[in-house]
């Protein structure tokens, strides 16, 4: 129980998600990621994506292989990657809620994909019984190791509720494989996956969401004028995030 709490920690909301879908699209986020797997993927693969949150990745993905499972443990993203899929007519793509143990226990996939989860550790055993060709995760860099959502270089100008977190990062992953003799091929990369807004109130609203519901008014107006961008989508608060694609064949 203490495991499955763990990793349901972040929970989304119908705010969480629609930021995170504006800033996949607003950045090209998928796009670079799909740039740097592509290769990977073939049209008869079947694969499974575990924590997939909304799915925006998954969605991306799916055209390109035989059938995808999407799974994760949170109701809401599920909820709307299915209206997804509705309204795109996507037909490859199977939602499997749960947690991943238990979903994959016992099932096959040629690829089995994950980003910004730990696994690697705890959960090696289960990830090569279930992987048929190439376990793939997309993890962040040991330096960028805050949990928080998108915000600026300078880490002093987070508010102290982004505490820094214990997530798996790539160089860890690399390091694993390594020891374990596993043929695998690690890809550092930058991206920018900024969020954008479409005014003030709304860039009030995600600071709130994400920092604490105490902020004043004062604390937001300062980290507005520190942190936000003018952009054509109206405000920018950017963020480059230092990632690494782990890629382990077996």
């Known amino acids: 129980m203490a495991e499955e709490k763990k990793e349901r920690r972040f929970r989304w909301s119908r705010e969480s998600i629609a930021w995170y879908e504006r800033a996949v ?3 090209g986020y998928n796009q670079v990621i799909w740039g740097l797997i592509a290769s990977q993927f073939h049209p008869g693969d079947t694969v499974c994506e575990v924590a997939c949150g909304t799915g925006s990745l998954a969605r991306t993905i799916a055209p390109h292989v035989k059938h995808l499972t999407a799974n994760d443990m949170d109701e809401n993203a599920l909820a709307y990657l299915e209206r997804e899929i509705e309204k795109k007519r996507i037909e490859n793509i199977t939602i499997e809620k749960g947690d991943w143990k238990h979903v994959c226990a016992g099932k096959k996939f040629d690829i089995l994909l994950f980003q910004q989860f730990s696994a690697f550790l705890n959960d090696w055993d289960l990830l090569e019984q279930t992987a048929e060709r190439t376990i793939l995760s997309i993890l962040p860099s040991a330096e960028d190791s805050f949990r928080g959502p998108a915000n600026t270089e300078n880490k002093a100008e987070l508010p102290v509720t982004a505490k820094k977190g214990s997530r798996e ?3 860890f992953a690399a390091d694993f ?4 003799g ?3 091929k690690a890809i550092p990369f930058q991206v920018d996956f900024g969020q954008p807004f479409i005014n003030l109130e709304e860039a009030f609203s995600y600071y709130r969401h994400y920092y604490g ?3 004043t008014e004062r604390e937001l107006r300062e980290m507005a004028d520190r942190q936000l961008q003018p952009a054509p989508c109206g405000l920018y608060l950017p963020k480059n995030k ?3 694609v782990i890629i382990a064949n077996l």
Do not use: F, P, S, V
């Open 169 to 171: 990062h790539w160089e």
């Open 177 to 180: 494989l390594e020891k374990k």
């Open 242 to 244: 230092k990632l690494g």
């Open 182 to 184: 596993i043929a695998y």
């Open 25 to 27: 699209e607003y950045t």
């Open 213 to 215: 519901a105490h902020l």
